[in-house]
C-alpha cells in the first residue's frame, strides 16, 4: 500500500539528533523512546537525513557511499544486549576512536560467543550484499591507509583499480576488511530491528536520497563509467545551481555528473539497485534537488562559481516508468524547492509524486504564493521548515515587523505563540503529509538550526534531550491531529 494516500503528521528528526552519552544519536534505546514519544503524540511518520558514513565534515548528503550505514550510529547498549561486548565497555565516552575500538572489540566478542544463527545471518548479509560492500569496505580500508585522502590522490594502481594491486590489497587488509562488512552487517540488523519496532506501532520511517553523489565516494571510485571523469578520475563538469536571489554567483556543489546515456542504455539498473537499497531502510522517500531529473546545471570543473553553466535536459521520464515498473508503489516524495518550471512540475504530476511546501516561504510574493496553506494540494508534503531553514522561532523573529504583522493576520494566531500557530495551519492544509522538525515541536531558537548552508563548520551537531520535552506536548500534538484528521 502506498503511505502517501492517507493523511498523517510526523516529525523530521536525524538519528544523531537522539539524545544520549555518545558522539552522536544512535540505533539503541533512545531512538526507540523516540518511536513511544512519535506514538503517544499521534505522530506516524519519522524523517530522517540521509544516514551513510560521512566526510569528515558530517553532512549527510556527501555520503562516502550509496548503500552502506553509518557505523557510528551502532548502539553499544544493543551490542551488549547481543553478548557480543561487555557492560563496562558499553560505559565509556563514544567518541570517535572510542567507538571504533568498541567495534574492534565487539567483532572479536562476536566471533568467539555468536551462535550458529548469527554466524549464518552475517555470511548470508555478506553474499546478499556483495554487490556493493565488498567495494565499499576496500573503498574505506584504503581510504584510511591514505588518511582520508581522496581515491584520486592514492597510487594510480588503486586509484584505477589495477586488479592485481586490488587484490593485494585485499590481501594486505584482510582482517580490516572483515571488520568493515560486521560492522556494515550490525547497522543492518539494529536498523531492521528499529524499522520493525516502529511499524509495528504504526511509524514508518522517512528517508532522504539524495540526487547526486560525493566525488570521494565508493561508488564513484568503483563505477566510474557511470560519471563524467577524466583520465585520472577528476570531474570534467560539477553540479550545482545557477545565481538567483540568495547568491549572485550562484551555489557550486562540485559534484561529478552523470553519463545518463550509459546509464539509460542499461536499464538505469544503477538507479534500480540505488533505490532498492533505501526502500529496505525506509518506507517512503524523499528525493533531493528533483528538478535535476528533467534538468541539471552542468559547470565546467575548473570555474570557481556556478555562473557561467548551462542546463542539460535529463532522463526523468524514462527513469521513473523503470522505476515504477520495479517498485510498485513507489513511494517517492520531491524536493522540488528552487528554481522550478513548468517542465519540472509536469514532471512530478505525470508520475504522481508529491512535491514540498514550506511555510516559512509562505508570507511573501502576495496571496497567489504557492506555499500559502489556500494553494496547496493534497498531493504535497507540508513542512514548517526544513533542516536547511532556520527553526519557526528563529525566522519569526528575524522578520520585519510588517512581515510579523501579516504572518500572524493570515494564520488567525490570536495570542496563539510561535511556532504554534504555524504548526497548526501545517496539520490544516490539505497536504497529504504534515512534517514538523523536531526543533519546532520544541519552541526552539536559531541556535537551533541543524544546517545553515553555505557554512562549511558548525553544522550537523544539534541534539535535544528529553527535558526539553514539556510534559504535556504530546497530548497538544495528539489533539492536533484528532483536529485535523491525521491520526
Not at 203 to 231: M, T
Request: aromatic fraction near 12%; charged fraction near 20%.
Amino acid at each position: 500500500m502506498n503511505p502517501l494516500v492517507t493523511r498523517r503528521a510526523g516529525i523530521l528528526l536525524h538519528l544523531t539528533s537522539l539524545p544520549g552519552g555518545g558522539a552522536c544519536g544512535t540505533l539503541g534505546p533512545e531512538a526507540y523512546r523516540f518511536v513511544d514519544f512519535l506514538v503517544a503524540a499521534g505522530q506516524s511518520v519519522w524523517q530522517f537525513l540521509p544516514v551513510g558514513p560521512t566526510h569528515d565534515d558530517g553532512s549527510p548528503y556527501q555520503c562516502l557511499s550509496l548503500h552502506a550505514g553509518n557505523p557510528s550510529y551502532i548502539s553499544a547498549e544493543l551490542l551488549v544486549s547481543a553478548g557480543w561486548l561487555e557492560a563496562s565497555l558499553a560505559e565509556m565516552p563514544a567518541t570517535p576512536a572510542i567507538q571504533q575500538r568498541l567495534l574492534n572489540t565487539a567483532y572479536q566478542g562476536f566471533m568467539q560467543r555468536a551462535g550458529e544463527v548469527d554466524k549464518r545471518c552475517f555470511s548470508e548479509f555478506v553474499e546478499t550484499n556483495r554487490h556493493w560492500l565488498e567495494d565499499y569496505a576496500l573503498y574505506a580500508v584504503l581510504r584510511e591507509a591514505h588518511h582520508h585522502a581522496s581515491w584520486i590522490a592514492w597510487p594510480a594502481q588503486l586509484r584505477d583499480r589495477d586488479p592485481a594491486s586490488l587484490q593485494s590489497a585485499r590481501q594486505q587488509y584482510r582482517d580490516a576488511l572483515e571488520l568493515i562488512r560486521f560492522e556494515q552487517f550490525v547497522f543492518s540488523q539494529q536498523w531492521r530491528s528499529l524499522k520493525d519496532y516502529a511499524n509495528r506501532r504504526g511509524v514508518l520511517l522517512f528517508g532522504d536520497l539524495p540526487i547526486f553523489v560525493a566525488h570521494d565516494s565508493a561508488d564513484v571510485w568503483a563505477q566510474r563509467d557511470y560519471f563524467q571523469l577524466d583520465e585520472a578520475g577528476r570531474p570534467t563538469v560539477v553540479a550545482g545551481v545557477p545565481p538567483d536571489y540568495f547568491s549572485a554567483t550562484g551555489q557550486l556543489w562540485g559534484n561529478p555528473h552523470y553519463r545518463w546515456e550509459r546509464m539509460e542504455q542499461e536499464g538505469f539498473q544503477w538507479w534500480v539497485t540505488r533505490l532498492g537499497t533505501q526502500l529496505q531502510l525506509f518506507d517512503l522517500v524523499r528525493i533531493d534537488h528533483f528538478r535535476g531529473f528533467e534538468a541539471y546545471w552542468e559547470i565546467p570543473a575548473d570555474h570557481d562559481t556556478a555562473m557561467n553553466g548551462r542546463w542539460v535536459p535529463a532522463p526523468g521520464d524514462a527513469l521513473f516508468e523503470v522505476l515504477r515498473r520495479h517498485f510498485d508503489p513507489l513511494p517517492v516524495v520531491a524536493e522540488d524547492l528552487g528554481l522550478i518550471t513548468p517542465d519540472v512540475e509536469a514532471l512530478r504530476l505525470r508520475h504522481g509524486f508529491p512535491g514540498m511546501k514550506i511555510l516559512q516561504f509562505a508570507f511573501d510574493g502576495g496571496s497567489a504564493n504557492p506555499y500559502l496553506p489556500h494553494n496547496h494540494h493534497h498531493l504535497a508534503v507540508v513542512y514548517t521548515g526544513t533542516h536547511d531553514n532556520d527553526t519557526s522561532v528563529g525566522w519569526y523573529h528575524g522578520l520585519s515587523a510588517e512581515t510579523r504583522n501579516h504572518v500572524d493576520e493570515y494564520l488567525h494566531s490570536s495570542g496563539e505563540p510561535m511556532p504554534w500557530s504555524l504548526i497548526r495551519a501545517a496539520m490544516a492544509s490539505v497536504a497529504t503529509l504534515a512534517m514538523i522538525p523536531m526543533q519546532d515541536v520544541l519552541e526552539l531558537g536559531s541556535e537551533h538550526r541543524m544546517n545553515i548552508p553555505g557554512k562549511s563548520n558548525g553544522n550537523w551537531r544539534w541534539r535535544f534531550n528529553w527535558d526539553q520535552v514539556d510534559v504535556g506536548l504530546a497530548s497538544r500534538l495528539r489533539h492536533l491531529c484528532a483536529l485535523y484528521g491525521r491520526s
